[in-house]
Structures are given as C-alpha cells and as structure tokens.
C-alpha cells in the first residue's frame, strides 16, 4: 500500500481535482443551447436499450420517421452517457419527451415543455463532467508515453482549462463523450503495440461518440498493423495485433449500435446519406441566409480550423434564433476568470505556437528517443494529420465545436513543448 501511494502523482493528482471540481461548481451556469434538449430527448433510448434494443434497429418502412432519423445521425454513446445522468437524478423517458422546435420561438418553446428542468438539465451534464474528468487522466497517460510525466501534467492541464471544452464539453450535448472518446483512442494509439485492444475500444468510442472522429478508425488499423521488422515472426504478431484492433473495435459498435442489427449494410448506407443530406442541408441554408459563412475555399477551411480551433472566442450559438434570449446566461458565464482562458490572438497564439513548437520538437528529438517513445509519437502525429485533414475537407461552417475533435491532440502537443521546456530550464546550471 505504502508503495502503491509513493507512485501516485500527487501534483496531477490536484491538478485533476482542482479542475474536476471547477468543472462542477460552474456547470449550473454554462448558457443552455437547444441542442441540449435534442440530445435529452434522444436519451430515451437508453431505456429502449435496456427493454427492447431490437427495436432500434434500423427498418425501411421507417425512413421517414424522425427518431430513426436521430438514430442515424447521431452515434449512441452521447445519448447513453445522458441517460445515465438522468437515470441516476431519477428522471425517466417520459421527463425528456418534447424535442426542440427551432422553427418556434424560445417562449414558445417553454410553453411545450421543450425547456429542460434545471435539476434534470444539471444531472445530464454531470455526467458528461465525469468523463471529462476521465479524459485528463487519458491524456495525462499519453504524455507519460509520448513525453514523460511533465508532459503529461502539461498537457492535462490545458485540456482541463481549455475554453471550448470548459463550454461545449459541459453541456448535455455529445462533446462530452467527444473529448473522452477522442483522448481514449489517443492513449489507444500510443499503446498500439502492446495492447491493441485499447487501440480498437479507444478507435470505436471515438466514433460513438461523434461520427466526425471517423478518421481515427482506419489510423488505429494502420498503426496496430505497422510490423517492427519485416520478417515473419513481426508480420505474424501485426496480423494478430490486427485481428484483436479489428474484434476490439466491431465488438463495441455492434454491441452499442442496434442501429445495425437487422440489415447492417443498409443502415451504414442510411448513416452516411442521412449524414451527407444533413451537411448539404445545413450549408444551403447557409448559403441562402448567410453566403458568407459558407467555406468555399481551401484558405477559408484553413482559416476557419486555426481560428475556431485557436483564436475565436468560445461560441455559444451557431445561429442567431436565440441570441437574445441566452445573452444574460452568457454574460455571466463570461464573468467568471478562466471561462475565455487562452483565447484570443495572444492566448491563442501562445497555444498554436506551443503545439508547433511540440510537434517541431518531437521531429527533431525523434531519433534519439527510446524505440517505444518514438512508435508512441509517429502515431500521435498520423493521428493528428489524420483528424485534422478529414475536418478541413469535411467542415464547411465555421461551427466551432465540429473541431473538438483536435482539442485533445493540441493539448498534448502543448503539454510537450512546456514539459520540454520546463526539463531544459531545470538542466541548465544554476548562476553563480
């Protein structure tokens, strides 16, 4: 025991309660979106899950049908996730049974029901604060492999006091379950060669998550299948590390997608033209409304991710229905230090040199790092390039919290050029 509590971080430790604990204090007042209650009223499916999952499959006759539509949009680890929050706060399905009407005003809205109850609001998000919670302990890990114990503190604290997850992670919605999905698949591709299964379940929860972390799924592939050598002992052990990725990662999607259990191949069809109609929707109304927010070009995409990902402040609408109404909720949240922590052209700036300087100083130590740090770096940085392409050829609305995806990554390239840094500064021979 003794031993067991001298191997503990005890300053990561306090790091992760400090934050944990600013995480729940202040998750009464991050301002509502109706997002929330669309999600909220998705959650019914956990119990659906539990009494009947095979009437979540997805069925033809039912195309039109606007819960399989929801199922097809949507991944089911978000709305699981918020069902338990509720379940455990004692709220059932019939309390989130009025989805959001944004053709309607707020007040009316209220009217409906569609407002959630504050204490039902809070339990969901709750919920999502334990996971986030979780995720800095994930990528605290990852650093430990990528960089040592000072990167991984580095890069748990500005995953802890970034803006974007201090407010989207915390709402009832599914970047929550993103940042936890995404920072698990990242210690997963770090561990690739010794535990390949956590590479599959990190891959699969990612994508359960929020289907916009899709990219990762063929990365932990090429990563666990990556031979040391090129003989036949090192292609034998990557065809099993393959085998155990591949039953890792469609043992958890066939497990928690009943979507898929009746005709599997139809409705991976209707996922993906749900998905594309949807986007192809969105940028027409877009490009109707608001031309110039619609990203045409590839300057505008490459803007649009630096900017949203580094600089904007934190966006608490992606249209303009509700502004009014939720400006007092915003106004407060704002006046609270460290809610726009790091924002702006010189926080934000400080953070996107931090991650180049990271990603810099990884490339040119690289070759002198033990054999399993540099494996554990090469596939942060594929999964890296790999996530950030397919958002910049995927996004075509500056939304800003279609790039949570990235959060985790930037976090930890950050957390290794600060505890680079810190080991440099701690080498140098005091003055005399």
């Known amino acids: 025991m003794n031993d067991l509590l001298r191997r503990v971080d005890w300053l990561f430790v306090a790091i992760l309660m400090v934050i944990t604990g600013f ?10 979106h109706p997002d929330e209650t669309s999600l909220l009223y998705q959650s019914a499916d956990l119990e659906v899950f539990l009494t009947d999952p095979i009437s979540l499959a997805w069925e033809p006759s039912k195309t039109a049908e606007k819960d399989q539509v ?3 949009l949507n991944p089911p680890v978000p709305k699981i996730i918020l069902g338990i929050g509720r379940r455990l706060a004692g709220y059932g399905p019939e309390t989130v049974a009025v989805d959001w009407d944004w053709s309607e005003s707020w007040d009316v809205n209220r009217e409906r029901g569609a ?24 990528i605290y890990l990852s650093g ?12 748990a604290l500005l995953l802890g006091v970034n803006a974007l997850v201090l407010l989207h992670g915390r709402r009832a919605m599914a970047e929550g379950a993103l940042v936890f999905g995404v920072s698990l698949a990242i ?19 990612a994508v359960l998550s929020k289907l916009s972390a899709g990219a990762l799924f063929p ?19 990557a065809a099993i590390r393959s085998l155990m990725y591949l039953g890792a990662f469609l043992g958890e999607i066939v497990f928690l997608e009943p979507l898929l259990w009746r005709h599997p191949l139809e409705a991976l069809s209707a996922v993906w033209r749900t998905r594309l109609d949807f986007s192809s929707a969105q940028v027409e109304l877009f490009g109707a409304l608001a031309p110039s927010q619609v990203l045409h070009s590839p300057l505008q995409r490459l803007a649009s991710l630096i900017g949203n990902t580094f600089i904007a402040p934190p966006q608490f609408a992606e249209v303009g229905n509700y502004v009014s109404q939720m400006a007092p909720q915003v106004g407060d949240y704002l006046a609270i230090p460290g809610h726009a922590m790091l924002r702006g052209v010189f926080g934000g700036g400080v953070i996107f040199m931090l991650t180049l300087a990271g990603i810099g100083l990884a490339a040119l130590r690289f070759q002198r790092r033990p054999s399993t740090a540099r494996f554990a770096l090469a596939s942060l940085a594929v999964g890296f390039v790999a996530q950030a392409l397919s958002l910049y050829a995927a996004i075509s609305l500056p939304f800003q919290r279609f790039y949570i995806p990235l959060i985790p990554f930037i976090c930890l390239w950050a957390g290794y050029a600060l505890g680079s840094v810190i080991n440099l500064t701690r080498l140098q021979p005091s003055a005399r």
């Open 187 to 205: 210690l997963g591709l770090t561990l690739a060669r010794d535990r390949p299964w956590l590479t599959g379940v990190g891959a699969a929860t």
């Open 219 to 237: 990365v932990g592939l090429a990563v666990v299948a990556w031979p040391e050598k090129m003989d036949r002992s090192s292609l034998r052990k």
């Open 23 to 32: 995480y729940v204090w202040g998750v009464r007042g991050v301002p509502f």
């Open 115 to 138: 407002l959630p109850d504050e204490r039902l609001l809070v339990s969901a998000r709750l919920a999502n604060v334990v996971l986030l919670a979780f995720s800095l302990v994930l």
């Open 144 to 155: 430990l492999r990528v960089g040592g114990r000072l990167t991984g503190i580095a890069g």
């Open 70 to 72: 929801y199922r097809t």
